[in-house]
């Protein structure tokens, strides 16, 4: 079906930067946004930024000014640049692709998730 294929996670100090890539690749018909989950041991997944394939994106309120989200469509793949990283920064990190079959279904499929380990 569609994979999803993560880079870029690591160790950082605070304050420092870092920069996740998602390629999406296999059965792809059409993409209607693609973005990035976080989530850290006890607590719930959350939506960190999104963007669609018109551009248009969406960002939690912990990390606007810090992060930014951009994408290539013509490469389904989708970037997160991390600045001014902060300890509470530290999770596993999911990509999204919200997907749109041929027959007008809509699927999600996440990336096996990288970790972002931020000290301080």
């Known amino acids: 079906q569609v994979q999803l294929v993560e880079s870029g996670g690591g160790l950082v100090q605070a304050g420092g930067s870092l920069r996740l890539s998602c390629a999406a690749s296999g059965s792809i018909f059409s993409v209607n946004a693609m973005g990035w989950y976080r989530q850290a041991p006890g607590k719930q997944r959350e939506l960190v930024a999104s963007?669609?394939?018109?551009?248009?994106?969406n960002y939690v309120d912990s990390v606007k000014g810090r992060f930014t989200i951009s994408r290539d469509n013509a490469k389904n793949t989708v970037f997160l640049q991390m600045n001014s990283l902060k300890p509470e920064d530290t999770a596993v990190y999911y990509c999204?692709?919200?997907?749109?079959?041929?027959?007008?279904?809509?699927?999600?499929?996440w990336g096996p998730g990288t970790q972002v380990t931020v000290s301080s």
């Open positions: 999204n692709l919200d997907h749109l079959t041929p027959l007008g279904r809509r699927q999600w499929y």
């Open positions: 963007i669609t394939s018109g551009g248009s994106t």
